[in-house]
C-alpha cells in the first residue's frame, strides 16, 4: 500500500553534512508517520529519529540529538534526514520507514509497517 524509496546516501568526511530523501507513495503522504532508522553491519537496527503525521512532532536517538534534523514535506511527500557534524560511528544502511497507526510505538521498528530499501552512509575518519 506505500511504496519508500531512499536516496542521498554515499560517502563524507567526519565533520561533514548530508541530507537523506525518503519518497513515498501508494497512500496521503500527510497521515503517516515517518521516521528513520540505522543499521551497521554486525549490529541490530536502531532509531535514528522520528516525525509525527499533522503537527510534525519529532523525537530524536540520544546519538543523534543535536547534530541530525528529520523533516518532512507533505506538498512533495517526502522526508528527510539532515545529517551534520558526522562521526564514523555514523556509518551504516539508513533506512525510512511509515506507520498507519498513531498508536503504535514511534521508536521501536516494531512499530512500522513500510520500509524503504536503504540507503548506505560511509563516514571517513
Known amino acids: 500500500q506505500v511504496q519508500l524509496v531512499e536516496s542521498g546516501g554515499g560517502l563524507v568526511q567526519a565533520g561533514g553534512s548530508l541530507r537523506l530523501s525518503c519518497a513515498a507513495s501508494?497512500?496521503?503522504?500527510?497521515?503517516?508517520?515517518m521516521a528513520w532508522f540505522r543499521q551497521a553491519t554486525g549490529k541490530e537496527r536502531e532509531f535514528v529519529g522520528r516525525?509525527?503525521?499533522?503537527?510534525?512532532?519529532?523525537n530524536y536517538a540520544d546519538s543523534v540529538k543535536g547534530r541530525f534534523t528529520i523533516s518532512r514535506d507533505n506538498a512533495k511527500n517526502t522526508a528527510y534526514l539532515q545529517m551534520s557534524s558526522l562521526k564514523p560511528g555514523d556509518t551504516a544502511v539508513y533506512y525510512c520507514?511509515?506507520?498507519?497507526?498513531?498508536?503504535?510505538?514511534?521508536?521501536?521498528?516494531?512499530?512500522?509497517?513500510?520500509w524503504g530499501q536503504g540507503t548506505q552512509v560511509t563516514v571517513s575518519s
Open positions: 516525525i509525527s503525521r499533522f503537527y510534525s512532532i519529532t
Open positions: 520507514a511509515a506507520q498507519t497507526d498513531p498508536g503504535a510505538p514511534a521508536t521501536l521498528s516494531n512499530g512500522y509497517q513500510y
Open positions: 501508494g497512500r496521503t503522504f500527510s497521515t503517516l508517520g
